[in-house]
Each structure stands twice: as C-alpha cells, then as structure tokens.
C-alpha cells in the first residue's frame, strides 16, 4: 500500500465527514485491540448472559479501549457446569506443597450487604441524562450523596424504603416533572451486576487517586522513568480488575508499565526521512506508522493510524458540526492553542469504529505534530539494546514487585476521599496479599536415545547435560547445501568446520556440503536455489549477510511453497565470535535435524492413543489484514513427531473452518503412521483474545465436534479443549524464608485464584532469569476425557518440555508453541499456506 | 440577519448558533486573548467547562475556580488534570489550576491578585443578602484588573419559549438593562471601576429593541494595582475550602527543565555517536547492506527539516571522536544543537543541569559512550 489515491486538498466525504476528533473533555482509551481476534466476528459480538448494567452506565467507567465496551473477563461463560467428572472437585493432589502468595486482595463487604438497583423514570419523559440527573438530585436528602446513576439505572448502597418512591422535580423551564424510582433488585455482593458495579467504583477511585487512564490502565504521570538514549517515556501503573474467584470476590492488580514516546509521530516521520532512501520514504512511514497507537497532545485519546494521507496537509479544511468551514490549522489554534508548524505534513486517518456523540463511525484526521506516539514498534522489539535498557525498567522481581503492587492499596488508604467513597459503599479492601498453597510437581527426566538425563529443575533446562549426546532419530546430512556472499565465505567455513566437530556425537552423518558463493542479490539466492536443489537435496544453509527481511522472505517463500525442502537461514554476525561458533554450530545442527524430521529428545508420557494438538493464531496488521492460524498435531506416541499444517483466512472466511480442514489431515496422516485413529484427542488452543470464550465454546468447538463425527460412524474418540493463555496479570510468590521468590518450574494452581465456574488451573512451566515469572492460565472448556485433573495438569507439563528449539521447559505446551512459529512464519514471510509435503517436519523452526 | 443567529419561523423558537452559553465562553476567550492576563478565576465555575477552555491560553498561568456546589465541580473536575502530553512535552509556561468550594459573599485571601474575575450568569443566582455583599468581595477585596459579569436580559424573555417569570428555576432576580446598567454603574463608581456594557445572543431582525439575550458588563480598575505590602493588610482567613489543584509539569520547574535536558542532551550525543561509528565503520567495510547506513549519502530534500540535523555546522575542533573503545562528543558540539540551546540559554547552565545525570569525560567537556557492551546481539 503506497499512496491514497490522489484527492483535492479538503476533500469531503458525504456520509462519513473526516473530522478531527470530537471535543471532548472526557479522558478515554481506545485503539488496537491487544487481543487476537480470530473467533468469529459475528459471534464474538453477543454478550454473555448475566450482564444487566446498560451500556450508559459502563459509560459511567470510562470508555476501554477497543470500541464497543467488551466483555474482558468473559464473566457469565460457565463451562465447568457441563464437564461432568469436575463437579466435586477440579483440584489435583500430586506434587509437594508450596506456600504462595498472588496479588490479590480480598474484597470485603458488611454482612449482609447488599447493593439496591432502581429503575428511574420521567412525566413527561425527560431525554438528556445531564438533565435526567439534575432533577433526581435535588432529592439529595433522600438519596443520599453516595449514588451511581447512569440516567435510567440507580445504584444505592441503602434501601429507600418503599418499592416505589414519587418525587417531584422542577426544570428551569418552571416545567414541574414526576420522577418514579423503583426498587428492581437487591443484589447479593457476589451476583454479576454487581460485579461490574464495583469494577466501575473502583475504577473512580483510581481517578481520585490523580491516576491517568490509558488504554484499559491506569498510570502514574508525576514519576516517570526517562530513557532518553531511545526517546522513551516508561509511567509506572497498575491494571486492576474485580472478579468472582474461587472463594471469594477478589482485587488482582498487577504492575504495568506503559511506553510513551517523547516524539510526535511528525518527529519520528524526520528521523526515519534520513535513514531511509527518498523513494522508499512513503512505505517506510506506512510500514512503521500503521497500526501504532497515537496520543492526542490536545486530549487524553488514543488512536490506531490505519492510513496516512500524503495528499493532505494542516490547511485542508473540514466541516464542523454546525456546518462551517475551516482548517485543521485554524481548528486546532481555536479549539486548543495548538500551534501548527509544519503545514506541509500530511495527516494521519483513523478509522473510528465506534460512534462518539452523534458523530457516526468513520475516518478521523489527525495531525502527526500533534500526536505522540506510544508504545514499541516490532523494530524496536526487535532492538536488543533497546529491550535490554528497558527491561532494566520493567522487569521487576519477585520482592520488589509485591512492593510496588502493595502501594497501590497503600495510596488507597492514605487518601481520605478514596476511604470515604469505600466507606459510604460499605466496602473495603484486604490490607494483604492472598495467601494459600500450591503445588510443585515432579521434574520430568529427558529421554534421549537410551540415555536418561537429570537436570537441576530449577533452571528448567538441560542444554548441558545433552550437549553432544547422541540423539533419537538422527538425520544425514549427504546432500545439502551451503549458500554465502564472497564476504562471508571465512564464515561459511566455519560453520562447515564447526558442524564437522559436532555432528559426530549427535549421530548425524554428515558430507561435506556443496558450497555455492552468490552475489548478495536476492534474486542472486533464488536464481542459485532454483540451480541447484536436486530431489535429493537434504537441507539448503544460506548464509545471509544482513537481517534484511526481504531476503529472509523471498528464501522462506521459495523453499516452503513451489520447492518444498528444508531450509536453514544463518546471520552471518552470529556466526563471527570465534568463542561461540561451537555452541551456535550445535544449535544449527540440532535445528537442521528437527527441520529434516529428526527427533532430539522424550519424555515419558503413559497415556496412550491420544492426539495433542496446538493451535495458535498470527494477525497480520500490516497486509491485508489477514488471519493465520497454525495446527500442529502429534504423530506417533512419543510426542516425537509432529503434523503442521496452517490456515490463511481468506476474504470472508472463518477460521474454524480451516481448522477443521487440518483436524481431518491430521488424522489422515496419524492413521497412515499408526494404523489406527487416537482415542483420544486433546486441543491446546492458545491465540484466543479476552472477550472471545463465548465464541470459542459456541462455535468452535462443536465444529470440532462435527468434524469429528464425519470422519466414520463408529469414531467416537474423546475430546478435551483446553485455552492457554499467557497474557495474565496473576503472579504467583514463593515465600522462602523472609523473601519472596518466584514459584520453581512445575507449580500448579488450581485453587483460590481459578474461577469456580470454570475448570481451570495455572501452571508455572519456565524459570525466569530476571523479573516475573508469569503464569500460564489453562482453561479446559470442553472435556469427555474423563482424565482426572491431576492427569491433565502433569501431561499438560510434560509437553511444555517438548519443544525442540529449546533445550528446556517453556511456557505452552509445545504443539502451541510449534503452532505459533508456523504461523509467524507464514504471516511474515510467506503470506500462503505452505506445500503440505513438508507437513510432517518441522521445517519452520 | 445576524450571523450567529437562527430564527425557525414554523415554530416560532429562538435558536442560537453557536450556543448562547458558548457565545458567552468565546467572548471570555476573546478578551483572555485580548488583555493576556496571568491569572483568572471564574466565580460560579460550575461544571468547570470555561476554566477548560481557559487552560489552553497560554498566557494564563493561574486559574482558579469557585462554586457554592463542591459536588458539581467534583463532577468533572479531573478534565482540568495535566494531560498525558503535557508531561511528554512540558511547556514552557507554569500553570497552576485551583478549585475551590465557597460562597462569592465570603473573603479568602486566596482569591487576592488576579488579573481577570469573571462572573458569567452568577449574580441572578444570589440571594439578596449575598448580592449586597458580592461588590466589597469582589471589587472590594479580589480588585482585579478586570471583573466581566454577564446576566440574563429580563427584556428578551417575552422572545423566549416556556419562560414564564424567569428563565431558571434557582433565579432569583433577572434584570432588564436599566436595572443591570445602574447597579453597575453604582458598582464602578464606588469602587473606583469604568464599566462598559455589551451582550451576546442578538435580538431577532425587527425586534432590536430589546437588546442582548445575556447582558455583559466588563468593569476595568482605573487605579494602579494594589502593592504587596498593601495586600498582605487584607484579612488572611481562610474561608473557601480546596478541593481540587493540578500543577502543570512546566520548564519552569527545574525538576522538568533537567528531565528535559538531559533527554536532549543524549539524544543529540547518540545521533553524534551514531554517525561517528558508521563514518569509521564505512571506512572498513566494503559492502554496505545495512539500511541505516544510508544516512551519509542521503541529501535531505524535503522542505523544513529537522533544524537539529539539518542546520548543524560542526567545526572541526567539535566533531565527535573514538578513542579507543570510547566514543566522545564534545558538550559545545551537543550545546549548539537548537533545541538543546533552547532549553539551556547558556553553556554553563547546561554543564550545571546534566552535571550527575550524564556520563562525562574526566574533564567535563564531553559526553562520553563505552562502545565494548554494545550490538551484543541474538
């Protein structure tokens, strides 16, 4: 995508008037949805049962970010009801137990506690809620000051006394109007209404603590942490949410840093004018730019740019609401003194999907001087200094996190408003972090070729104790290539050496390659692949000189669709320290084997006959906006072996519906290795975004149902659908001694901090060198397994020791992990569903 | 017809364009961009909506409101909080925005020292007792340099649909012309004042006899300002109660000027240092992949250009240099870059600001970067 299509400065649209944002004094977040969005849209939209505060009163808490308000919680999806073995208990019993503490805090109310929902109504009908409030609160002295009233909607936390109660009001009008508040409901502390009710109420709290909203979060702004070598502002905050758990309602608040650049994207459009060449400028911008979140310097909004218009500029005009001409320079000088400086910068569009006061939904005009940009770009993720500087930031360990977590209940009770508020709702917080036990379950032993191997479970990770050792399916390197510059032809031989040293205790035979020099041209590597990949070709190594992308793109793109071999990209930086060429030619060689359908290592897994299947999901923001979803299934009983296959949502197209198209494949290929269908299937399905279970138990999985049931009349295997989510705000402390420490590898939640109407659990699979270990959250929404908890949660860590491109325990179980490389690598390089002869490799690590 | 005045024939109902009370709020801001006072406060802020506006003028440096009704202004009150950008980019100007909850009939020495008082649709409000007490508080005690009182133009009410005695049920007087102009003229000239009267919301074609929909008088003190000394004579007890006050992050603040200066500073020094390590880097390497390496070749074209970047002219005895596994860049070389000399006005002030905060060579005059830790990539 390069220009809009030229346009008259001014240009207007009739139905959808491209206007500056609204004025608008309420602070609100919107923007790119965190989430992954590839449930269903039409479903996604419905709304759980069990939600009866209106839409004006979730006004009331401030708009999320997102458009229309979601359902992030996914409050009202009961799963746990129709899984039958879980209805006494979903706990586990092995392992040791452990003393952990959450960052949690217990909400606590008087006894018998009860929040009063009225229904108000106006003779004669009254239509502003401005106006609808004024003439209720003259009746101060018998509501009462504390009161949340969204026009039709009261909350109290006192009883009026009779169900129905007249008053009269007066407008300035001299218009006398009757008001009739009706008792609706008394609601128990625990019932969902409720629940949102105190979300909203906390949420004025944290306002009257002089926080900022951004985005879903709220941010401390007199204290930020400046780290100007990268033009970047860090706002310590929290994110808090109040929910239904386990036992009780909780608080969990977590720390949350937010990245806010002190550029304007208009700072930014200069400095990336001279890195780059004149022509490429336009696409860099669009490449960079699009899809970030901008903030307004004039208001506290935040916008996805979705477009950037070359052919506007400052001085084109628009209409105002009453009608009237004038320019976004003009506009903005009377409506907020800003001065603009630069008339001839473009302006940026975004595309508003939500409607704001009667403006409808549609492009809105920014003015990149006057908008900040926040958060980090994928270039800048992928700048390790930067990450690194940051991180020394961000990353906050077990001790001190639980500190910082603590001040915000700390500002809580030292500010007299806050108190007062609680008070009058009859509410208050637990002054201590939850506590209760967990659970470490037993390491598992790595099973390589006859060898057994132990490791300090602790550290999660055996790349020592296998190093060299012979592996359980080896295989030849006898014909294969190796592609460099002339530059980089000392590297290439080292890599050749060094594979020579360290192939042999592997197993791996190996000859020596075909060693083919090219320009550093891309056409150069592909015209020398097309030469040279025989049927007989193993693997293709191409050393690349620089982390260019396209080069990367157009190698994967070849070797994964129209010549389907393996291929081994190598940076040939990473090859140029003589004192790690042994340890990076092990890795190589390693990754070269599970690409050529090699096998490194097992562990022992008794339950036989079962697929696990991983699905993870990659949104391409940048093209298209296209979807892809990654499958990744085991073939054979050891885990050992996998089926990947992934979907390119199309135009219109579901991705269940490709879904069920690879489940079919897959046991296709799992029979033809087995001569038999698994008896049971097992899904990991990570990629689902907050808001979007209700989608996934409603569709979904009776999709894979239905899927099943075609493959013949007597398969009737069982199925289990388990969520993984990694993005969770719990946190799980060790108490070891006095200090606190991170949970070791292996810990098992399934209590206190799990929801009851859910049989979930988290499992703290990976050790952390620095900062947080962050749980994993499992969520099993559909099971006919029978598999006792305990069971699920040991194999569910057992395959989190699977993944082969780390020799060590990670966060997902590794088919997601799989899934979630395949899909990455599709969405960024290849853009199309790969050739289905490399299914049974993994060729995408 | 006038402009900003609509009359719908088929109902016979008055509608202003723009709205009569944001009339009333342009004509504060004409006369804030007019006279450029440093301080205002609005006395019956209500909801705050013109101390909103006020706080984008940037002459305006203090900004105060009062009101009878705390819960009203708590209402939304937290529009008047330093937004996100303003702690991105302090300004240059301090701004101090206050409200306070109190009676326009009470004295508090905080209300001492304004420039601008604005009473917009306040006095028809008081009850009587109030209302004779409001000239001594306001030109009395606050004596601003200018107070602007508008109120209701009792005259243009029989041109008002459903106004039957007065336009607001909590009114408790409204005036025609005659009656505003004398109490105002009595005002001024008691308390030694020149007012001039004006009004928003024209009267429909025909009917210009009734003048303004909302009367303004606009009262000027014709006395110099009262000196400190003669102030501090003034009663000093406390009768309005705070309940909201947001400092502004300003440049003013040596606290945000250091924050940003120090930004700056490394800034500048890492560009510098970045185009030092690829001029030497150049120099070794053959093949040039690396986009970023671009830079040196490329001529910037596009017009107004970051003057940073641009219009540097380095001498020869500042040019950055590597000496060993340092890379140095001279302060003189940091300190003539615009934006840093903006902040700073002197060298010495810059040497005194990031003194403790940047990595300077031994003698001071150059900060200085250790290359060995970086690109420790993958």
């Given at each position: ?95 040791i137990m452990i003393k952990l503490t959450a960052n949690y805090f217990r909400l ?314 609680l008070r009058d709702w009859g509410l208050s917080f637990d002054s201590n972090l ?412 | ?378």
């Amino acid at each position: 995508q390069q220009t809009l299509p030229s346009r008259p400065p001014g240009f207007q649209q009739p139905q959808q008037p491209r206007v500056p944002p609204s004025v608008s004094e309420e602070p609100s977040g919107r923007g790119r949805q965190r989430g992954p969005q590839s449930v269903p849209q039409g479903q996604s939209r419905k709304r759980p049962e069990g939600l009866q505060i209106s839409a004006g009163f979730q006004e009331l808490s401030l708009a999320d970010r997102g458009g229309r308000r979601r359902d992030f919680h996914d409050i009202g999806v009961n799963t746990r009801q129709a899984i039958e073995h879980v209805q006494e208990s979903k706990t586990g019993s092995s392992g040791i137990m452990i003393k952990l503490t959450a960052n949690y805090f217990r909400l606590m109310s008087r006894p018998q506690w009860a929040l009063y929902q009225y229904h108000v109504c106006y003779n004669p009908e009254m239509e502003a809620r401005r106006l609808r409030s004024a003439l209720l609160f003259q009746h101060e002295e018998l509501i009462g000051k504390t009161h949340a009233f969204d026009g039709s909607v009261l909350f109290l936390p006192k009883n009026l006394g009779n169900k129905v109660t007249e008053v009269f009001s007066r407008t300035r009008n001299g218009e006398d109007v009757k008001i009739t508040i009706t008792l609706t409901n008394e609601l128990p502390p625990t019932s969902p209404t409720c629940l949102q009710f105190y979300n909203i109420i906390f949420r004025r709290l944290l306002k009257m603590l002089n926080l900022q909203q951004i985005g879903r979060n709220y941010y401390n702004p007199s204290d930020p942490i400046s780290i100007p070598k990268h033009r970047l502002m860090v706002w310590p905050g929290f994110t808090t949410s109040i929910l239904q758990y386990e036992e009780s309602i909780m608080l969990c608040t977590d720390v949350s840093y937010k990245v806010l650049r002190s550029e304007t994207v208009l700072d930014f459009m200069y400095s990336l004018y001279y890195q780059v060449e004149e022509q490429r400028f336009r696409d860099a911008c669009a490449k960079e730019l699009i899809g970030l979140i901008v903030l307004t310097k004039y208001n506290n909004r935040t916008y996805r740019v979705d477009d950037i218009d070359w052919d506007a500029n400052p001085r084109c005009t628009f209409r105002r609401a009453d009608g009237s001409e004038i320019s976004y320079v003009d506009y903005y000088k009377r409506q907020y003194n800003q001065e603009i400086t630069d008339l001839n910068q473009p302006v940026l569009i975004s595309q508003s999907k939500r409607r704001r006061g009667n403006l409808m939904p549609g492009p809105v005009v920014l003015i990149p001087e006057l908008c900040f940009l926040t958060g980090l770009t994928e270039k800048m993720r992928n700048d390790f200094n930067m990450m690194k500087d940051l991180s020394t930031h961000t990353r906050v360990p077990p001790e001190q996190r639980k500190h910082e977590i603590g001040r915000l209940i700390d500002y809580m009770r030292k500010d007299d408003n806050v108190q007062k508020e609680l008070r009058d709702w009859g509410l208050s917080f637990d002054s201590n972090l939850l506590s209760f036990s967990g659970r470490v379950i037993q390491g598992e032993k790595i099973l390589q070729s006859g060898n057994v191997f132990d490791y300090n479970p602790q550290f999660a990770d055996w790349s020592k104790e296998t190093r060299g050792a012979p592996l359980i399916c080896a295989k030849p390197l006898e014909n294969w290539l190796l592609i460099y510059t002339r530059r980089n032809y000392d590297i290439a031989n080292t890599l050749l050496q060094n594979l020579f040293k360290v192939t042999p205790s592997m197993g791996i035979r190996m000859n020596k390659a075909t060693m083919i020099e090219v320009e550093d041209r891309t056409e150069a590597y592909l015209r020398v692949l097309q030469q040279s990949i025989t049927p007989d070709t193993n693997i293709a190594v191409c050393v690349l000189s620089s982390s260019r992308k396209d080069k990367y793109d157009a190698i994967k793109k070849y070797l994964c669709t129209d010549c389907p071999i393996p291929s081994q990209c190598v940076l040939a930086r990473t090859l140029s320290k003589p004192q790690t060429t042994m340890a990076v030619a092990t890795k190589i060689a390693l990754q070269m084997n599970c690409k050529m359908g090699g096998e490194l290592w097992s562990v022992e897994i008794p339950l036989k006959q079962v697929m696990v299947v991983g699905i993870d999901c990659y949104h391409d923001t940048l093209s298209g906006k296209h979807s892809i979803a990654g499958f990744v299934a085991n073939l054979n009983q050891t885990m050992t072996r996998w089926f990947s296959r992934c979907v390119v949502q199309g135009q219109g197209q579901e991705i269940v519906d490709g879904l069920k198209a690879c489940l079919q494949t897959a046991l296709r290929d799992w029979f033809k290795w087995n001569k038999y269908l698994p008896s049971r299937i097992i899904v990991y399905r990570d990629g689902v975004g907050d808001g979007q279970l209700h989608a996934l138990v409603n569709y979904e999985v009776p999709q894979f149902l239905d899927c099943l049931k075609s493959v013949g009349k007597d398969y009737n295997p069982r199925l289990t659908v388990i969520v993984v989510k990694k993005r969770v705000n719990t946190r799980f402390f060790a108490q070891s001694g006095g200090a606190l420490k991170n949970p070791p590898p292996g810990t098992v939640v399934d209590v206190e901090v799990t929801r009851p109407e859910w049989y979930d659990f988290f499992i703290v699979s990976q050790a952390v060198r620095n900062g947080c270990v962050a749980p994993t959250h499992y969520n099993v929404i559909y099971d006919t397994s029978s598999l006792k908890p305990d069971h699920l949660q040991r194999l569910t860590y057992k395959l989190c020791h699977m993944y082969y491109n780390w020799s060590g325990v990670i966060r997902v179980p590794a088919p997601c992990q799989y899934a979630h490389k395949l899909a990455f690598l599709v969405g960024q390089s290849i853009h199309r569903e790969p050739n289905l002869l490399l299914s049974d490799r993994l060729y995408y690590l | 017809m006038d402009e900003n005045f609509q009359e719908e024939l088929f109902t016979g109902v008055i509608k202003f364009t723009p709205p009569l009370y944001k009339q009333r709020y342009q004509f504060i801001k004409d006369l804030v961009g007019k006279y450029k006072p440093k301080k205002v406060a609005d006395l019956g802020c209500a909801d705050c909506t013109l101390l909103w506006m006020l706080k984008f003028c940037s002459c305006i440096e203090v900004l105060a409101g009062v009101d009878i009704c705390a819960s009203v202004m708590k209402e939304k009150m937290h529009r008047l909080s330093p937004l996100p950008g303003d702690y991105l980019q302090p300004a240059e100007r301090s701004l101090t925005v206050t409200l306070h909850h109190g009676s326009v009939a009470h004295k508090d020495p905080c209300m001492l020292g304004f420039d601008l008082v604005t009473c917009i649709e306040l006095i028809e409000h008081l009850e009587q007792s109030e209302l004779k007490k409001f000239p001594d508080v306001v030109f009395g005690f606050m004596s601003p340099s200018i107070v602007v009182i508008s109120t209701p133009n009792s005259e243009f009410n029989p041109l008002l649909p459903g106004v039957m005695l007065f336009r607001h049920p909590d009114h408790k007087f409204e005036w025609n012309r005659a009656q505003f102009q004398s109490w105002a003229l009595e005002t001024a000239r008691h308390y030694d004042y020149s007012v001039e009267f004006t009004g928003v919301g024209h009267p429909p074609t025909g009917m210009e006899n009734v003048g303004f929909c909302t009367q303004i008088g606009v009262f000027v003190r014709k006395y110099p300002q009262a000196s400190e000394s003669a102030q501090s004579e003034k009663p000093t007890k406390a009768a309005y109660k705070t309940v909201f006050k947001a400092v502004y992050p300003s440049l003013k603040d040596e606290k945000y000027l250091q924050n940003a200066v120090v930004s700056e500073v490394i800034f500048a020094a890492q560009i510098m240092k970045q185009s030092v390590l690829h001029r030497v880097m150049s120099k070794h390497e053959e093949y040039n992949d690396d986009p970023t390496e671009r830079k040196s070749r490329f001529q910037p074209s596009m017009n107004c250009f970051s003057e940073d970047l641009g219009k540097l002219v380095v001498e020869k005895s500042m040019e950055p240099f590597i000496n060993g596994n340092v890379v140095y860049v001279p302060l003189k070389t940091i300190f003539s870059f615009p934006k840093v000399n903006r902040l700073c006005d002197t060298f010495e002030k810059l040497c005194k600001l990031i003194a403790g905060k940047v990595t300077l060579s031994s003698d001071g005059s150059a900060v200085i970067f250790n290359t060995e830790h970086e690109n420790e990539e993958n």
